[in-house]
């Protein structure tokens, strides 16, 4: 991203409820876990998240989006590599 | 959205993602490691206490003295221990652990830099030079609030501390407005809001690089995509200005404004040595060494024009004549000690170090005795139950924070893992999450009376040999007073409670992740 680019990244009125496509690659953070499947709550959307490690939840993982249901805005996908950790 | 094919680099624009445990954090494990008498919550025994002393100090008392929260968070680290079941040594290894997270060192690296850059600035007349500014541009008494409204956000800009910003505005810039006959209250309302504009958006400001690094957000980045909020609030607080300006009368002090006869234009040279500053932050160089270069031009400029001399930035002080007492940097005098901008600008921030190292230890105290875990449980589970209430509770939690601590550094490291935490929970990326933890911390800070911001400038007029000794009680404003006149922070409050609501300016990670903190 260029410096100007930086200037005006986000120079909009973003909704709750952000939707991906499937073939989508993400980097989010794992925000919860429901029995052994870990979940990334993305502002009021979820994306379940398969095979990732145990410890996944409040680390940054990169995923392939599988599928996508934009009226639930709901979604699952494949865990390809952990990236990062909460800031706290 | 970010497309990403498979083997490429992660979705960031440029560098790899910060890692927690690098700074120190991110590491908690889910079992407490300190049990407390009283449970969890007896954790946050020495932040909370911290809390009502520095209330009690700042708010009620008055006392903006930073020193004073160092000694009542001393005593709220040493009570907690008390309430420790089994071993003391956990909680003193705690202590150890806290100070040394990478998140403080950032922050104090950062300030010490940012000091010796602003206070060489100071010394090299950039004040002066912003005055004779306002002069040739033949400002009136109508417009004299907006115009100083416009150059205190430069200076703070500039030089980082809006505390300094708003000393040198009453001392230099507020007598000569009066004197030409601009509203008291709304001249000192308007330098207030000049040092919002810059300790919100100046990257050598002492907030943002904390909002920036306790968020895992590069400096030059956070100060980007804060433009716009900045703008925002700022646009409507100069017509407001200009308005009210025209609207409230002067107190007709009679008498000529010596003081603008100090003014002159070769400070202004260094608006260059603040845009190297701001220009190398926003290309993504260290903070460090944006500073740096911005430090380099400053001291040439200094030198080369003759704005300030060498012992100006740097003197050795002896108290008899010897070998060295020829070099300009070294001069006789009754007691030896070392000077200049460069010694005094990083002096400056050592209360502040010291607190950080201690609020950030406190803070560690809690969340290894499982105390922040539970406050974050109760919001998640109770009040932030979507994104849109999320970002409403982290608004209006700082909000409420900075209304009570008004040391505003203080309360914003205070309240910065909660932000983090609420923030990620909902997947918002590392910038939304510094402009929202500092746009309160900055505006608030120089509202309400018991203000940081407001008691430093209004020491400057009720203090020894202050303005109201040297021109009357006219030269006084009573800080109530200013209190619904400091547009640009009122209006910022209002632009991230309408960001908040209406998701302007919101990102979330998978959108674009923050470059990496070592590169701030």
């Not at chain 2, 449970?39 to 009620?60: D, E, M, Y």
């Not at chain 2, 008291?184 to 040092?195: D, E, N, T, Y």
């Not at chain 2, 050592?350 to 005795?369: K, W």
């Not at chain 2, 109530?480 to 409050?493: Q, R």
Request: hydrophobic share 50%; proline share 4%; charged share 15%.
């Amino acid at each position: 991203m260029s410096r100007f680019e930086k200037f005006f990244a986000g120079l909009s009125f973003r909704g709750s409820t952000p939707d991906y496509a499937p073939g989508d690659a993400i980097e989010v953070m794992v925000t919860e876990t429901r029995g052994e499947t870990a979940i990334a709550r993305i502002g009021d959307s979820t994306l379940r998240i398969e095979g990732t490690p145990a410890d996944a939840e409040n680390t940054r993982v990169l995923v392939d989006v599988e599928t996508w249901d934009e009226e639930s805005h709901s979604g699952t996908g494949t865990y390809r590599e952990t990236v990062g950790k909460s800031a706290f | 959205m970010t497309e990403i094919p498979h083997g490429a680099p992660p979705a960031t624009d440029g560098g790899a993602p910060p890692d927690g445990d690098e700074y120190g954090v991110g590491s908690e494990s889910s079992e407490p490691r300190i049990e407390f008498r009283g449970g969890k919550w007896a954790s946050a025994l020495p932040l909370a206490f911290f809390i009502l002393w520095a209330i009690v100090q700042s708010g009620v008392l008055g006392i903006g003295d930073t020193n004073g929260l160092v000694v009542g968070a001393l005593i709220g680290t040493t009570l907690g221990m008390f309430l420790v079941r089994g071993d003391w040594k956990s909680y003193a290894d705690t202590i150890f652990e806290g100070m040394t997270q990478r998140v403080a060192a950032t922050a104090i690296v950062a300030w010490l830099w940012a000091g010796m850059f602003a206070q060489t600035l100071q010394v090299g007349g950039f004040v002066e030079g912003l005055i004779f500014a306002a002069d040739v541009l033949n400002v009136g008494a109508a417009t004299f609030p907006a115009a100083a409204f416009v150059l205190c956000g430069l200076l703070a800009t500039g030089i980082g501390t809006g505390y300094g910003s708003t000393v040198a505005f009453v001392t230099l810039f507020f007598p000569a407005g009066v004197l030409i006959g601009a509203s008291p209250v709304l001249l000192f309302a308007a330098i207030l809001s000049g040092a919002v504009f810059g300790d919100n958006l100046a990257p050598v400001s002492d907030t943002t690089i904390v909002s920036a690094v306790t968020q895992d957000a590069d400096i030059g980045g956070v100060v980007a995509s804060r433009f716009k909020y900045a703008i925002a609030a700022a646009i409507p607080a100069f017509v407001a200005y200009l308005v009210m300006g025209s609207v409230m009368s002067g107190v007709g002090l009679e008498g000529a404004a010596e003081l603008r006869e100090t003014a002159t234009a070769p400070g202004l040279l260094h608006l260059i040595s603040m845009g190297v500053v701001i220009a190398t932050a926003v290309a993504g160089r260290h903070i460090v060494e944006a500073i740096s270069w911005g430090l380099v031009v400053a001291i040439a400029f200094n030198l080369v024009f003759g704005l300030a001399s060498a012992s100006d930035m740097v003197v050795f002080t002896v108290t008899e004549a010897g070998a060295l007492t020829g070099l300009p940097v070294v001069e006789v005098g009754e007691t030896a000690g070392v000077g200049g901008s460069l010694y005094a600008g990083a002096v400056g921030f050592f209360p502040l170090i010291v607190l950080t190292l201690l609020i950030v230890a406190m803070a560690q105290i809690m969340i290894r005795g499982g105390g922040f875990e539970a406050i974050q449980l109760f919001l998640l589970d109770t009040v932030a139950t979507t994104v849109r209430r999320a970002e409403l509770t982290m608004v209006l939690g700082t909000a409420m924070i900075n209304g009570m601590i008004t040391i505003n550094t203080a309360a914003e490291i205070a309240i910065a893992p909660y932000i983090a935490r609420i923030g990620e929970k909902f997947n918002l990326n590392g910038y939304r999450r510094a402009n929202i933890l500092d746009a309160n911390t900055s505006a608030l800070g120089y509202i309400f009376p018991w203000a940081g911001g407001v008691l430093v400038g209004y020491q400057v007029m009720v203090g020894p040999e202050g303005l109201g000794q040297e021109y009357g009680p006219e030269m006084v404003v009573n800080p109530i007073e200013v209190v619904p006149y400091v547009f640009h922070g009122w209006f910022l409050v209002i632009v991230f409670l309408l960001a908040a609501i209406t998701g302007f300016g919101r990102e979330y990670i998978p959108d674009r992740t923050s470059e990496e903190v070592s590169r701030a």
